[in-house]
């Protein structure tokens, strides 16, 4: 078991690292030229195409069109790899050259296996045709012009007719760019191979999810509601992240279409707790119990807040959840089985298939393993797995509560007194823990558990009365947005443990200079803060956080190695000018914190109400 929960961590870190997926890249290197009309050429497409990876700041980030490209850029062949990347901010370009050499018109797609991609534009420029085709998740589904999941870009050449393709590519999740050039009939096969499997599979999930309502609806045993319950989520979730639907049910809802994800896997993660809980018997109190109710409030909590955090912040925080949660019921299945509870054998038989099929899976939906459409057939394979293996669990758990019955109803006037009381120290202690979640929830919604700062809520409550108060009684109001200098660089070389203490650091800095009743500094994002100073004008804000910027540049941080690490921070500051509105005001603060970046760093930027940006 300890080397299990080793290779889970070990996975999950890699995960998280944002280590870069291995490509060859060789700079400068052409695109060699595709003959679309040979099958193994076809086959070999990866190895004709050359990419080019634009972050923030390089002139082709900003391009929206290959004619804004510059001429001097340096495309990277792709050597036959699938282009694969984790999260990142950058635009991708893809270039791909195709010629025609046989004597007759021929017709294929470009087929882009992934559908989670928030913006793809095609460019085709022919000898006789210039088309150009917008789409991804970011714009309505019937923008792909084919009613498909997957992206399709039609491929006309004439006899002897060269074409080249471009593609720009920007998402705010991992990237799995898979392209492969198909014939009409080898599309039409492989879809009707996909609808099959997907049919066998959603269609049996759906009748095992019914079952259990239905039993649940005749028997009232709270586990049969939470197993339809979960593998209606689960069934939803693979439904969301193979595209269908958003092909299906929100083909117009842009914005919920990346929502839907990080949201529907904390949902199963909250239908994996409760079901967990009930199928195991597990006894209140313990400390299984504790863990499993907290798991249930965070997942909880994190559907609440995933329509507030930007997606690809809240598909890392759910998906790390939803790991934990499955490697815990893992655990405590594990646990109940070494108890003597017969039917977690097969609970942890059935945990284990989906432990490692979630891993694979998400280490190829976050860019780290390529061929995302095997990895996801794997997934398929084991839900369906373990959902057969839980059923059965079920069915043994049935026979064991059947046993159970008969001996209780031998012994039930004798133990009646005893069970009420039972049952009455059990609502007891609920309540307790339920009250002390209350306590601790309410405690948790204003202040960020790791620097002692409030929070983003806090901020948002407390902006607009800031700002309602400054326009009634005329006494100024500033707001200071201050973000870590080169942060990222400090979690890839030390750790995120390290990238904590730099946290916590730097909201001791913010403590020492925000002294003031009134003032108040929160942590509203990694290594974003902000200062509301109220009754202080620009120029003292400036001077505040001036001090802040000083004092951060002096004060070391040591390493675990004795090595002393020295922080910069910038600062952008902004003012409530006559009329302004707190969304004006935030705006212009972020506007400044930019500015501060974009001019070197470790400094501070003030932009008032009458500069236009």
Request: proline content about 4%; hydrophobic content about 45%.
């Amino acid at each position: 078991m300890q080397l299990y929960l080793r290779i889970f961590i070990t996975l999950t870190a890699l995960a998280l690292a944002g280590a870069s997926p291995a490509l060859g890249a060789h700079p400068g290197t052409p695109c060699p030229t595709l003959d679309a009309s040979t099958a193994h050429q076809r086959a070999t497409l990866m190895d004709h195409v050359c990419f080019h990876v634009a972050a923030p700041g390089n002139p082709a980030h900003q391009a929206k069109a290959p004619a804004e490209l510059p001429t001097t850029l340096n495309w990277q062949a792709a050597e036959g790899h699938d282009l694969v990347f984790s999260h990142t901010d950058s635009v991708y370009w893809v270039h791909l050259h195709l010629t025609n050499a046989s004597d007759r018109v021929g017709f294929w797609y470009l087929k882009l296996n992934y559908p989670l991609l928030d913006d793809v534009t095609f460019w085709q420029d022919g000898t006789s045709t210039s088309t150009t085709l917008a789409t991804g998740d970011q714009h309505a589904f019937l923008s792909r012009g084919i009613d498909y999941r997957y992206f399709l870009l039609p491929v006309t050449l004439g006899a002897g007719e060269r074409q080249e393709i471009t593609l720009r590519i920007r998402s705010s999740g991992a990237l799995n760019v898979p392209l492969s050039l198909e014939t009409p009939g080898t599309v039409i096969a492989e879809s009707n191979h996909l609808t099959l499997t997907h049919g066998l599979f959603y269609g049996a999930l759906l009748v095992f999810a019914v079952f259990n309502l239905l039993l649940f609806i005749s028997s009232g045993t709270a586990y049969y509601f939470h197993n339809a319950f979960y593998m209606a989520s689960m069934g939803m979730f693979l439904f969301s992240m193979g595209g269908f639907a958003n092909q299906y049910f929100w083909p117009d809802s842009t914005g919920f279409a990346n929502t839907s994800i990080p949201l529907l896997i904390a949902l199963c993660s909250l239908a994996m707790t409760l079901f967990g809980r009930s199928f195991l018997e597990v006894s209140p109190g313990t400390l299984s119990a504790t863990t499993l109710t907290a798991f249930g409030w965070v997942s909880a909590g994190l559907l609440a807040i995933t329509f507030l955090l930007p997606y690809n912040k809240s598909i890392l925080l759910n998906t790390l959840l939803a790991m934990t949660v499955i490697s815990c019921l893992f655990v405590i299945g594990l646990s109940r089985w070494r108890q003597g509870y017969a039917p977690a054998l097969w609970y942890v038989l059935a945990w284990s298939v989906m432990l490692v099929g979630s891993l694979i899976y998400s280490l190829a939906a976050f860019g780290y393993l390529t061929d995302f459409l095997a990895r996801e057939f794997f997934m398929l394979i084991a839900i369906g797995a373990q959902v057969i293996l839980l059923n059965y669990a079920m069915v043994q758990r049935w026979r064991l509560l059947n046993q159970k019955l008969l001996h209780v109803e031998h012994n039930a006037r004798s133990e009646l007194e005893l069970k009420v009381q039972e049952r009455t120290a059990q609502l007891r202690n609920t309540m307790e823990e339920l009250e002390k979640a209350n306590r601790k929830l309410a405690t948790m919604s204003l202040n960020d558990a790791l620097t002692g700062l409030y929070n983003r809520r806090h901020l948002d409550n407390m902006l607009p009365e800031l700002c309602a108060e400054s326009r009634r009684t005329g006494q100024p109001l500033t707001l200071a947005l201050v973000d870590a200098d080169h942060f990222k660089s400090i979690n890839d070389n030390w750790g995120h443990g390290f990238g904590d203490l730099c946290l916590q650091r730097i909201a001791d800095v913010l403590s020492r200079h925000v002294k003031r009743p009134r003032d108040i500094a929160i942590r509203f994002g990694g290594e974003e803060f902000a200062l509301l100073l109220p009754g202080t004008n620009r120029d003292g804000a400036y001077r505040v956080c001036q001090h802040i910027l000083d004092d951060m540049q002096h004060t070391p941080i040591r390493t675990s190695d004795g090595t002393d690490v020295t922080l910069t921070l910038s600062a952008g500051v902004a003012a409530l000018a006559p009329g302004d509105h707190e969304q004006a005001l935030f705006q212009r603060a972020d506007d400044a914190l930019y500015r501060a970046k974009a001019s070197g760093r470790n400094q501070v930027a003030i932009i008032d109400a009458d500069i236009v940006q």
